[in-house]
């Protein structure tokens, strides 16, 4: 089938997100100025960057993670694990504003080293980011789309011991969590490797 956006799918539910998955899941943390922390997940996140270290996650609609990032500069992306995968959903309740989101998912707060905002001390790894734009972008008519993108530079990164194996952190130990589409997610528990191939080394039968 073919359909646009912008007129319709004929679907019960818009296959978008399922398309475009997995996504990694960005589990926000940061402090208010009154000091109260706040934690939220966004599937809309991931790394744009290694030189230096960036990353992103999206906001659609005015929410907390993304005002709170803009005002005081900073935030922490937590890694989400398949053992943590039920508090992170309860951390994306649509609770009251002032209310930590740490205390509701029975979290620990860690502190971190160059940042005020807390880290989720059971996660099994967390960057600590400061954050370098905001944007907003527009849609093709124009028109604001109603969408926040607050972008970071990592400035550390936490990761639990456990999970480094010969040297490498093992993504299948952690069983990082992903968003695919509808209510639906997925945990890594199986990888393969590829090496990218060199022009230099190509075959010629």
């Given at each position: 089938m073919f359909y646009e956006p912008n007129v319709g799918h004929g679907l019960p539910h818009d296959p978008f997100k399922a398309l475009v998955a997995p996504r990694p899941i960005g589990w926000i943390s940061s402090r208010r100025k009154d000091g109260t922390a706040n934690l939220a997940p966004y599937s809309f996140f991931n790394a744009i960057s290694t030189?230096?270290?960036?990353?992103?996650?999206?906001?659609?609609?005015?929410?907390?993670?993304?005002?709170?990032?803009?005002?005081?500069?900073?935030?922490?992306?937590?890694?989400?694990?398949?053992?943590?995968a039920e508090q992170m959903n309860l951390s994306a309740i649509d609770a009251?504003?002032?209310?930590?989101e740490f205390e509701v998912?029975?979290?620990t707060e860690a502190v971190c080293r160059h940042i005020s905002a807390p880290r989720v001390a059971e996660a099994p790894a967390a960057l600590e980011c400061k954050v370098v734009?905001?944007?907003?972008?527009?849609?093709?008519?124009?028109?604001?789309?109603?969408?926040?993108?607050?972008?970071?530079?990592?400035?550390?990164?936490?990761?639990?011991?456990?999970?480094i194996v010969d040297g490498l952190f093992d993504i299948t130990k952690a069983q990082t969590l992903a968003r695919l589409g509808y209510m639906d997610y997925t945990a890594v528990t199986e990888t393969f490797s590829m090496r990218r191939?060199?022009?230099?080394?190509?075959?010629?039968?």
């Open positions: 030189n230096p270290h960036l990353v992103l996650f999206s906001s659609e609609g005015v929410k907390d993670s993304c005002s709170i990032a803009a005002e005081t500069g900073e935030f922490v992306v937590n890694i989400v694990s398949r053992k943590l009251p504003e002032g209310v930590n998912a029975g979290l734009d905001v944007l907003q972008p527009k849609g093709l008519d124009g028109a604001p789309a109603g969408v926040s993108v607050v972008m970071g530079e990592v400035v550390g990164i936490h990761m639990d011991d456990v999970m191939p060199r022009w230099s080394e190509r075959r010629e039968d």
